[in-house]
């Protein structure tokens, strides 16, 4: 971190090899810092994006955002009274303002009192082994400051005092940032209900005017969304048949969960999309946009359009967004794409047949509400039933990114196939929902094509079933990266109603081709509330034998979880299994 530097040293004594820095920092040290700042750099991006939600609905309550509404008065109301915001002959904007209030204070506030949606959504027994590890933040801005200032160099030097240090960012991205940007967007935008769509680049429709969304604000893509079926009689006009919105990354799962737009491709699949020749615009906003696109752009006729004052990139239009100018905005960048259309050469235009059907949507309250046809009185009984009786042998949430390094061995796929075999439930959110909706996993008319455990693929069609559906999907789409608060509601919800830990739970999460520090963060919140998390590649931590054995081993005696790196998927699979079978056994349930 220093312009003495860098370090090049090894932990261990080896001839002629350094194991300190020159100021006397250890292997230890050095790597309980780097992984602090990825954890930091991870929960600053899910933090800013709830703060630019936050911000949304206090201006949208206080009347100076008129070209948003509230959408889901329903969801407002459960989130003001989980937070002990008086709902009582209210009106949505006087709660929608304490609500946001509340959130902006959590981000910003640095007074001692806990952040209040951690305090509202952490599990009971979870809070107390973070009391006791004194790691609550009271708000996300001061850890993220702190954790900057405390690596820096000539600062803390203790690696235990640092790991400490991370396991509080771990809350702040759980709660700062996962928890109020989702909780937040289901009140602007509606909570997401069961939905039909498409997925891959058979999405992309050759006599359309094509748009895709990139990143992760869904202020930006709801709004092209909405102005984009104002504007379709000017895209006739064009000569195109109409305007094709579709999603790549995270905000097309934002779009997809509420609206049901088809989601095109994952972030590694981002250049594809403008491959396809049939690209008018790729419009991006924060995260995961990789500056090659801007090459990529400027060899066909797509306009990559950027919008936040903090991401350009070489080569983009900047059509700077602002929530006040929304629907100006949004109509000058649609304006861009359907301009664009007559720059299209035909000749170029070679879009892949692939596409599969998606049944997506599965936010907590849709789960509750299939289980609920069948038992209106205890929604979650039939899911735990089933985790006992063996049927649901345990639940994995599988999260992340595509990563080209583990890409090629079809990671994703292999482990999500290997849990579906052993009756594991499989949850995803992020780029690994576009893999396995790629993969026609998110199909329930193929429930059959694809070798699940007798016990799951029975309660997967039974509570399809209920719904009108042949089954549910082999996975469950639960979101954006955001979303995976989601999770967090639904641990806290089951281990509250069985009276255990959440690290009893037969739960395990994966981020089996993980690329960003987002990932961390979200990994290291899974792991502060219990959840033993595998990943791949491994985190660089291996050049330090302490760092590696308190996350891989001791942190079970501190959180009741462990970090499992594997790079096999199959040994992954058996690696995650025995972790389930572990917490079964121990609850004395049939392993
Ligand atoms: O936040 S899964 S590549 S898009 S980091 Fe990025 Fe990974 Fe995709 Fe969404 Ni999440």
Redesign the pocket.
């Known amino acids: 971190m220093c312009y003495m530097g860098p370090c090049r040293i090894l932990g261990v004594r080896a001839a002629g090899k350094a194991t300190i820095g020159v100021c006397g920092a250890t292997a230890d040290t050095i790597v309980a810092r780097n992984l602090l700042r990825e954890t930091i750099g991870?929960a600053a991006?899910h933090t800013e994006h709830a703060l630019e939600m936050a911000e949304a609905l206090l201006d949208i309550a206080e009347g100076r955002l008129t070209s948003y509404t509230i959408k889901d008065a329903g969801k407002l109301i459960a989130v003001a009274k989980s937070l002990g915001v008086p709902t009582e002959g209210r009106s949505k904007e006087d709660m929608a303002k304490d609500v946001a209030t509340i959130a902006l204070n959590d981000i910003a506030k640095y007074d001692k009192e806990p952040m209040a949606f951690l305090k509202a959504y952490a599990p009971k027994s979870s809070y107390e082994t973070w009391k006791k590890l004194d790691i609550i933040p009271s708000g996300a801005m001061l850890p993220i400051m702190n954790g900057m200032h405390r690596t820096s160099m000539g600062n803390d030097a203790d690696p235990v005092n640092i790991l400490l240090a991370d396991l509080k960012l771990g809350l702040v991205d759980g709660y700062g940032g996962l928890t109020i940007a989702t909780e937040l967007s289901d009140i602007i935008f509606g909570t997401p209900k069961p939905v039909h769509s498409y997925a891959n680049l058979g999405t992309i429709k050759e006599d359309y005017v094509n748009i895709a969304v990139h990143?992760?604000n869904p202020m930006l893509s709801e709004k092209i969304l909405e102005v984009a079926e104002r504007l379709e009689p000017r895209a006739r006009e064009a000569g195109a048949k109409g305007i094709n919105i579709v999603g790549?990354?995270?905000?097309g799962?934002e779009l997809l969960m509420r609206e049901g737009v088809s989601i095109a491709a994952?972030?590694?699949q981002a250049e594809s999309v403008i491959a396809t020749g049939a690209l008018e615009a790729m419009v991006v906003d924060f995260?995961?946009i990789w500056p090659i696109l801007g090459q990529v752009a400027s060899c066909y006729h797509t306009k990559l359009i950027t919008t936040m004052p903090y991401v350009k990139i070489p080569g983009a239009l900047h059509i700077e967004f602002s929530s006040e100018h929304a629907d100006e905005i949004a109509e000058k960048i649609v304006g861009e794409a359907i301009a664009a259309y007559s720059n299209r050469d035909p000749a170029r235009v070679n879009i892949p047949s692939e596409i599969s059907e998606v049944f997506a949507g599965f936010s907590v309250e849709a789960i509750v509400g299939a289980l609920s046809r069948l038992n209106p009185k205890d929604p979650l009984e039939p899911l735990i039933t089933n985790i006992v009786n063996g049927n649901i042998y345990g639940v994995v949430g599988i999260?992340?990114?595509?990563n080209p390094k583990e890409r090629k061995k079809l990671y994703t796929e292999r482990l999500v196939k290997g849990l579906l075999k052993n009756n594991v439930m499989v949850i995803v959110?992020?780029?690994?929902?576009?893999i396995t909706a790629q993969e026609g996993l998110m199909d329930p008319n193929k429930i059959d094509s694809f070798e699940i455990g007798a016990g799951l693929k029975a309660v997967l069609k039974a509570v399809g079933s209920a719904s009108g559906l042949p089954s549910l999907p082999a996975v469950l789409h639960m979101g954006?990266?955001?979303d995976n608060s989601r999770i967090g509601v639904l641990l806290k919800a089951l281990s509250e109603k069985l009276g255990v830990k959440v690290s009893d739970l037969p739960v395990v999460a994966s981020?089996p081709?993980?690329?960003?520090e987002?990932?961390v963060a979200?990994g290291t919140w899974a792991l502060d509330l219990g959840v033993s998390v595998h990943v791949a590649p491994a985190l660089r931590i291996e050049g330090s034998k302490m760092v590696t054995e308190v996350l891989t081993k001791g942190l079970k005696d501190i959180t009741g979880s462990v970090l499992i790196q594997e790079e096999d998927p199959d040994v992954a699979i058996e690696t995650i299994l025995g972790t389930i079978r572990e917490k079964r056994l121990a609850l004395k349930l049939n392993a």
């Open positions: 991870g991006s990143g992760h790549v990354c995270c905000t799962n994952n972030e590694m995260q995961c999260v992340g990114c595509p959110t992020g780029c690994t929902a576009h954006s990266c955001v981020a081709e993980l690329i960003t987002k990932a979200i």
